[in-house]
């Protein structure tokens, strides 16, 4: 099975400040997806990338896809309280109707 | 912007009972998925389904579990005879097409707890 390993396992930051996490495949990526999840809520889904190199953004939040290293990087600027949460990251298998397989999630408190 | 909703939100239930799980999966999506996350656990994949019919199952969806999509709009998950194992939040997802190439969109989750 695909295991994602997420680093760090938490994070508390100033607000104002800029952030990296990472998430680290064992096995080859095809595809990442980052979501967001509020305690005791569902996953929102935040960016999903596919191709080596890819990198995107939306607002502050930029994800990037290094398929050599078989990892992906969430770099959040200028972090607002708003960004506090657990990101997930999930990867797919090949084929059609695959599942995806999330890692354990990292918790961000951005503190104001 | 459409979204998938599940209910009951929060459901309560004594060991042995059966309890259904209701899902809404957003309408144009074709491919549909339950997974469950025990309490500051990860998020693990149950079941998904396909075309009416069950693609894939992990370890942990066995007998007692059973999925159904007995309309155009529903997507059910049934849990025959609950075991306090069982308390978990469980999430609805789905998505427009399967493989790599869209996201899941998960439901806010239903709250199975077991007494």
């Known amino acids: 099975s695909q295991e994602l390993e997420q680093s760090p396992q938490s994070l508390i930051v100033q607000e104002g400040k800029n952030l990296t996490i990472n998430c680290t495949s064992s096995k080859t990526l095809y595809g990442l997806y980052w979501y967001k999840q509020k305690y005791g809520e569902g996953l929102i889904f935040l960016m999903m990338?596919?191709?080596?190199?890819e990198e995107k953004s939306h607002e502050k939040i930029t994800a990037k896809l290094d398929e050599k290293k078989q990892q992906s990087s969430l770099h959040i600027t200028a972090s607002q309280p708003s960004h506090a949460g657990i990101y997930l990251c999930?990867?797919?298998?090949?084929?059609?109707?695959?599942?995806?397989?999330f890692g354990k999630g990292i918790t961000l408190s951005v503190r104001p | 912007e459409p979204e998938v909703t599940q209910t009951p939100s929060h459901q309560v239930t004594q060991m042995g009972q059966e309890v259904i799980l209701r899902c809404v999966p957003i309408s144009n999506h074709l491919y549909f998925y339950w997974y469950r996350q025990i309490l500051g656990q990860k998020v693990e994949f149950l079941v998904s389904f396909y075309n009416n019919e069950i693609s894939e199952k992990s370890e942990i969806f066995d007998d007692q579990f059973s999925v159904e999509r007995p309309d155009g709009s529903n997507f059910t998950l049934k849990i025959r005879s609950t075991k306090l194992e069982d308390s978990a939040m469980y999430f609805c997802?789905?998505?427009?097409?399967?493989?790599?190439?869209?996201?899941?969109?998960f439901g806010n989750g239903t709250r199975l707890t077991v007494t």
């Open positions: 999930g990867a797919d298998r090949t084929g059609a109707n695959s599942k995806l397989t």
């Open positions: 990338l596919q191709k080596g190199g």
């Open positions: 997802a789905s998505r427009v097409e399967g493989g790599y190439n869209s996201p899941l969109h």
